[in-house]
């Protein structure tokens, strides 16, 4: 038999899920049981937000390397789920 206990907890704007789950095994003599608790800290369910929605530029070919442009993105989520990567790809 298997039985799952779940608890949620919200601190800020970050989910907290517990499981509890209780296994019982018998072989009709002796029965033992256990609960294993499983937590979910996190879940990448927030997309990340950037400072622009959309931003169009134009370099010319022969253009001295330098920054042309700058922008921010920000993810809700926390540790890894929270990283945020760039990639310019033409």
Do not use: W
């Amino acid at each position: 038999m298997i039985k799952v206990a779940l608890f949620k907890f919200y601190i800020g704007h970050v989910v907290t899920v517990i499981y509890v789950v209780t296994v019982s095994a018998s072989n009709g003599l002796l029965r033992g049981f256990t609960d294993v608790i499983v937590y979910v800290t996190d879940v990448n369910d927030n997309p990340p937000t950037f400072s622009q929605s959309q931003s169009t530029i134009s370099v010319i070919e022969n253009a001295p390397a330098d920054v042309i442009m700058t922008f921010t993105a920000h993810d809700d989520d926390v540790g890894h789920n929270a990283l945020v990567t760039y990639a310019l790809i033409g």
